[in-house]
């Protein structure tokens, strides 16, 4: 078999199996349907806490659920699944907000953080005031 024969079957190949995976929904990323569904998917990894709270971003790819203090839940989509932490003081690194929008900077090598957009400002001034009472925390420390 010569050589071009064989770039064009490998290029082919690997063309399909792309095709096959983003077809058969494999590139989706997972969203939460509401509050009730975050609440039960880190109830699963947290069977022992009681949030409080629930808010979701705008594009329901992440919740923010209220543990009191020193402590909040976060549940964020991960392609198709969805990694649940609690963060607390010793976490946050960096928090900024602009408008709806919040950033959060976490010490922690598995999710590094991101940036969050809520349907409104409330959403967004909740969720920092919740992360600057730890950080408050964290500088007395």
């Known amino acids: 078999m010569s050589l071009p024969v064989l770039v064009v079957l490998v290029v082919f190949g690997i063309a399909l ?5 983003h077809f058969t929904g494999g590139t989706t990323t997972a969203m939460l ?3 009730d569904q975050a609440l ?4 699963e990894d ?3 806490e009681r949030p409080g709270a629930v808010r979701l971003t705008a594009d329901n790819h992440t919740a ?3 543990l009191g203090p020193q402590r909040c839940g976060i549940v964020q989509s ?3 699944c969805f990694l649940t932490r609690i963060v607390m003081p010793h976490d946050i690194l960096a928090l900024a907000r602009e408008g709806n929008a919040v950033s959060l900077r976490l010490n922690d090598f598995t999710w590094k953080g991101g940036s969050f ?3 409104d400002e409330a959403g967004a001034l909740a969720v920092v005031a919740a992360l600057q009472g730890h950080d408050r925390i964290r500088k007395a420390a």
């Open 46 to 48: 947290f069977p022992d």
């Open 33 to 35: 349907a509401g509050a």
């Open 17 to 21: 199996s792309v095709a096959a995976v």
């Open 117 to 119: 957009v809520f349907a």
């Open 64 to 66: 923010f659920l209220d």
């Open 78 to 80: 991960i392609g198709d």
């Open 40 to 43: 039960a998917r880190f109830a």
